[in-house]
């Protein structure tokens, strides 16, 4: 089992940057395939990003493509998401999950733990 603890969410302007932390528990940090989602007020968690276990393949929603960089260090637990050229529209509740897939996903229910999430709030 892995606990999960996302950080690093805040009020940018739109333009602005963010860099979002996944920091997880346990031994087993690599063995996990990791992936970012948001969830908006009144819409459903969606898929943002996801990573492999060693970092080696990604994918990304087509909405963030070329804005945002998933990335991983397996010696820090930590999985990382760099939003540049942040949109409103990207304002929303973001969270960390993990699977023991080794195919990476893009659907919630591909994920077995998830993070608490963190606000990341963009103005116009």
């Known amino acids: 089992q892995v606990q999960l603890v996302e950080s690093g969410g805040g009020l940018v302007q739109a333009g602005g940057s963010l860099r979002l932390s996944c920091a997880a528990s346990g031994r087993t940090f690599s063995s996990y395939a990791m992936g970012w989602f948001h969830q908006a007020p009144g819409k459903e968690r969606e898929f943002v990003a996801a990573?492999?276990?060693?970092?080696?393949?990604?994918n990304y929603a087509d909405s963030v493509k070329g804005r945002f960089t998933i990335s991983r260090d397996n010696a820090k637990n930590t999985m990382y998401l760099q939003m540049n050229s942040l949109k409103p529209e990207d304002t929303a509740v973001y969270y960390c999950?993990?699977?023991?897939?080794?195919?990476?996903?893009?659907?919630?229910?591909?994920?077995?733990?998830w993070g608490q999430g963190t606000q990341v709030t963009v103005s116009s």
């Open positions: 990573i492999n276990w060693s970092g080696g393949s990604t």
């Open positions: 999950a993990a699977t023991r897939r080794i195919l990476i996903g893009t659907a919630t229910r591909q994920y077995d733990y």
